[in-house]
T-cell receptor, first 111, second 119 residues
Framework: TQLLEQSPQFLSIQEGENLTVYCNSS?????LQWYRQEPGEGPVLLVT?????EVKKLKRLTFQFGDARKDSSLHITAAQPGDTGLYLC???????????FGAGTRLFVKA | DTGVSQNPRHKITKRGQNVTFRCDPI?????LYWYRQTLGQGPEFLTY????????KSRLLSDRFSAERPKGSFSTLEIQRTEQGDSAMYLC?????????????????FGPGTRLTVL
């Protein structure tokens, strides 16, 4: 069974601080997505990473896919209150349809 | 078409009643998924359609749950004889499987969900 473990589960920081959240698995995935979810809403896709070692930047967010494609990280620089939400990683395999989600990291950024 | 829509957004029902939820995917998407999400957890896969065919159903899903996608467009999820443990957010997502033998990266676009409360 493929599992994705996210850490930390919960993070509360002050505005302006940097943070990193992690997504780890013992399984290899052909692609990995990061989503952000706000209370009462569905997850919103942020990025997809597909190549081992790949780094993608989205404004203040930096996403990295591990060389072995088993893990990923999300780094936020100078966090803002608008970054508050649940960050989910999700792994998928080529040719497959099934996406496995982690339990998420709940981020709270205080003004 | 602005995205995936789900109706209703909220449903409160009494234990033992049947409920039905609807999902309208992004129009050109041929894949449709149903997930369940409880507090503090990520979405849990329930079932998957490619066009009108239901290709996979989670083994965790009891036979009280049934889903349809009759014309390969919208989908419905029905829960019969609801139980308090069915209380959760039910999410629908859609994606486009690229043709020509190449797989899309299964990037799924989610609807806002239907929050079910069973009293």
């Amino acid at each position: 069974t493929q599992l994705l473990e996210q850490s930390p589960q919960f993070l509360s920081i002050q505005e302006g601080e940097n943070l990193t959240v992690y997504c780890n698995s013992s399984s290899v995935f052909s692609s990995l997505q990061w989503y952000r979810q706000e209370p009462g809403e569905g997850p919103v896709l942020l990025v997809t990473v597909v190549t081992g070692g790949e780094v993608k930047k989205l404004k203040r967010l930096t996403f990295q896919f591990g060389d072995a494609r088993k893990d990923s990280s999300l780094h936020i620089t100078a966090a803002q209150p608008g970054d508050t939400g649940l960050y989910l990683c999700a792994g998928a395999n080529t040719g497959g349809f099934k996406t496995i989600f982690g339990a998420g990291t709940r981020l709270f950024v205080k003004a | 078409d602005t995205g995936v829509s789900q109706n209703p957004r909220h449903k409160i029902t009494k234990r033992g009643q049947n409920v039905t939820f609807r999902c309208d995917p992004i129009s050109e998407h041929n894949r449709l998924y149903w997930y369940r999400q409880t507090l503090g957890q990520g979405p849990e896969f329930l079932t998957y359609f490619q066009n009108e065919a239901q290709l996979e159903k989670s083994r965790l899903l009891s036979d009280r749950f049934s889903a349809e996608r009759p014309k390969g467009s919208f989908s419905t999820l029905e829960i019969q004889r609801t139980e308090q443990g069915d209380s959760a957010m039910y999410l629908c997502a859609s994606s486009l499987r690229a043709s020509g033998g190449l797989s899309s990266y299964n990037e799924q676009f989610f609807g806002p969900g239907t929050r079910l409360t069973v009293l």
